[in-house]
């Protein structure tokens, strides 16, 4: 990697923590999105391996609430990572473009539709079942492509959450997700020597970002806070079809 994109990188993995301190996500789909218009995309992902793993492990030290996001979230965590690990094996044979631009339209279309009315509530009879499907669809999505939120920030939804619960229960389904997806990296060969360094110089902008974040969500009320999450999203969902598009 050049000097230029290292420098580049900073940036966008700094305004990414930004993003993620606020709300709990971000990081994956705005550093990649963002770094795949110069790098190849799995070089992107590589880089964020690192920077996710120590955000997030932060996200849920700071929430203190493990025990609770594990009894709530099991299904969703158990079946995502068994997942998400299974499809980083063909991350490396499929063009992710078709990929990245159907969940980019997905995104769109639910932010906009829960500006306009709130998701439903899933019943409690529903809610582990919903969970593994929600699992399923996220580990498929992550393997093949690092992003794995949609479908996380969907269901969380619908569980009418308080902000901080959120960002909790974010934290922990991310982290879920990013340690079978870094085992599979090197496993595949993806994450090379010098990406793997690449991604460690990238922990610090991130976590300093994630800092900021972390203020500026102290000043949001609960319905400020679910409305920034779905503009962010809709924002996010147009830089996934502009992506694939070109």
């Keep these: 990697m050049s000097a230029e994109i290292l420098i580049l990188a900073f940036f966008v993995f700094m305004f990414a923590g930004v993003i993620k301190g606020t709300i709990g996500i ?5 550093a990649i999105s963002t ?3 110069f790098v190849d995309p799995r070089v992107a992902i590589a880089l964020l391996l690192l920077p996710a793993l120590f955000t997030n492990s932060w996200q849920i030290y700071r929430g203190g609430r493990v025990m609770h ?3 709530n979230l099991w299904p969703f965590g158990l079946t995502l990572m068994c997942v998400l690990f299974i499809a980083t094996f063909f991350a490396p044979r499929i063009p992710v473009d078709y ?4 969940i980019g339209v997905m995104v769109v279309l639910w932010a906009l539709s829960s500006l306009v009315k709130p998701p439903a509530a899933v019943p409690d009879h529903l809610d582990k079942s919903v969970q593994v499907i929600a699992g399923l669809v996220a580990g498929i999505s992550g393997g093949l492509t690092a992003i794995w939120s949609p479908p996380m920030v969907m269901y969380l939804q619908s569980r009418g959450l308080a ?3 959120f960002v909790a229960f974010t934290g922990f389904l991310i982290l879920c997700g990013t340690v079978p997806l870094t085992i599979g990296y090197l496993l595949n060969g993806l994450l090379t020597r010098e990406l793997a360094l690449g991604s460690a110089l990238m922990i610090l ?3 300093a970002g994630f800092s900021i974040g972390e203020r ?3 000043r949001l009320n609960g319905q400020q806070f679910q409305r920034f999450v779905l503009v962010v999203f809709c924002v996010m969902g147009l830089n996934l079809i502009r992506r694939a598009l070109l």
């Design 35 to 37: 770094l795949a218009q």
């Design 99 to 102: 990929l990245v631009g159907a």
């Design 216 to 218: 500026l969500r102290e």
């Design 205 to 207: 902008p991130t976590l």
């Design 163 to 165: 902000k901080n619960d």
């Design 69 to 71: 996001c594990v009894q």
């Design 26 to 30: 971000g990081l994956p789909t705005i």
